[in-house]
């Protein structure tokens, strides 16, 4: 398969463009999910598990079948940057999806996370793959050993962070405690700012804008969304800690 600079240009432009509007839109509308869920609505759920393992299979399954159809071998470096954004996923799909104790979500979420981890899935590894070329010497480019250091740091706070928020319940229950332990003590969303860490680190890793365009609209994304569950803490628990902030320690 030859490199479609042409695709790779214009997901990367939607990535970009789609995380601004997302971001603006976020600003005063809830994504219909978790909390926020409007129990009101007609459609169709799906249970936390299934939920999280169908949409987010897309983006392990997807890179990994383009990588076992390669024509070809491809630099240690590039399958090394292919394998950090495989195993975030491999974790979300594979270990998360099947300890979460997260509430159902609507069917229309689910069918565009998986419409979204398809066409990313298939962007990321279709650029590391076919597109960019990266030589062994790239593993001690300064870039690469920072980017890679931050991508794995991101990736044990966002960890950690879903540990401590999972076992604020016991089985089957649904109510809200305030999350306490780790980065949780400077900021609310604690697990959010994990995965925006991961994904910057792994733009720096590999010094591309494909990769950059990808950890922007997750930005853009879930930032809004730890400033929503800041206040949402703050309005739900009197007691909840007035110094967190709600994303970025002491900032934000």
Partial sequence: MKCNELMINFITGVLLLGGVQY???????????GRYVDT???????????????????SFLVPFLLWYNLDGDSSAANNFLLSMFGGHY?????IYSLLTRGRHSPLDIVIAAIIFCTMNGFFQGHYLLHCAIYSDAWLTDIR??????????GMAVNIHSDHILRNLRTPGEISYKIPRGGLFEFVSGANFLGEIVEWF?????????????FAFFTLCSIGPRAYHHHKYYLEKFEDYPRSRKALIPFVF
């Fill in 23 to 33: 971001f603006i839109r976020q600003l005063s509308v809830h994504v219909n999910y």
């Fill in 40 to 58: 009101q609505r007609a459609f169709p759920m799906v249970p936390a598990k299934a939920a999280w393992f169908i949409q987010e299979l897309p």
């Fill in 90 to 94: 491999f974790q979300r799909t594979f």
């Fill in 144 to 153: 690469f050993i920072l980017g890679s250091i931050i991508f794995l740091l």
């Fill in 201 to 213: 680190g792994y733009a720096l890793a590999s010094w591309s804008l494909p990769a950059f365009s």
